[in-house]
């Protein structure tokens, strides 16, 4: 590490190219109903408050990028204080995730992954969800416990996308399990990469809302999923 709380020295670029590598390469569960579904849940401890608002905005970009694949639905979590753990109804427009977001106010307390994941299991087991974008930046569970749970996750073919904001080595660790046991990737960024996070946030919906394919249309035009272009084709399909 480059200094405490800072994020590793391993690149963003090579972190950014293996997460947009595995993301290519994860099997997609077909949306039924047209929309892909998707889960975006948020660690709202303490810790997390600065870069609140910027999630807010950076969000609205996932909708927008699968305008043309049919849309998305798209399921608010966040955790915060002592237990709390929230989910809202599952939208389709940015603006009303937004409202539902800038109402939350961040609140000390100890992270709550595991709920997260339970969650997702119970969502998945009611109507298939096609992925879980999660971004956090500590870890403070059982890592057992932890696993267990993605594990059964991922048996439910729902892959678990993992930002992580600055470069804790505990939940480093944690993160690249649990995407690992559910067929996901993990992935580092800071407050100096919105743009880069905004543009994975979109790869990870376009990829739910069409899958493989979509996403490679994506990176033909440019930016941060440009880089899957070699790495779709080593995937298979």
């Excluded at 889960?39 to 905005?57: G, L, N």
């Excluded at 990028?65 to 849309?71: E, I, P, S, V």
């Excluded at 403070?140 to 996750?153: I, P, S, T």
């Excluded at 480093?172 to 992935?187: D, M, P, S």
Aim: aromatic share 6%; hydrophobic share 40%.
């Amino acid at each position: 590490m480059t200094g405490k709380g800072r994020v590793p020295v391993r690149s963003s670029t090579d972190q950014v190219a293996e997460f947009l590598e595995k993301v290519a390469a994860t099997p997609t569960v077909r949306p039924v109903a047209g929309r892909g579904r998707l889960i975006f849940a948020m660690d709202a401890t303490a810790s997390r408050e600065p870069s609140w608002d910027q999630a807010c905005h950076l969000q609205a970009d996932m909708f927008h990028a699968t305008d043309g694949l049919g849309g998305l639905e798209v399921q608010l979590v966040f955790y915060r204080g002592y237990g709390e753990c929230k989910a809202s109804p599952w939208v389709t427009s940015s603006d009303e995730l937004v409202r539902r977001m800038v109402k939350v106010r961040c609140l000390g307390g100890r992270t709550q992954l595991r709920k997260v994941l339970s969650h997702a299991i119970r969502e998945t087991d009611n109507r298939q969800v096609n992925a879980l974008v999660f971004v956090g930046d500590c870890f403070e569970e059982d890592v057992d416990n932890v696993c267990h749970v993605a594990g059964e996750l991922g048996i439910r073919g729902v892959p678990a996308f993992l930002f992580q904001e600055g470069g804790d080595p505990i939940a480093a660790q944690t993160f690249r399990q649990v995407a690992k046991l559910t067929g996901g990737a993990h992935c580092s960024f800071d407050l100096s990469s919105a743009r880069q996070l905004k543009e994975l946030l979109s790869a990870v919906a376009v990829f739910a809302a069409g899958g493989r394919a979509a996403l490679e249309d994506l990176s033909s035009r440019g930016g941060a999923a440009r880089l899957l272009t070699n790495q779709i084709g080593k995937a298979g399909r």
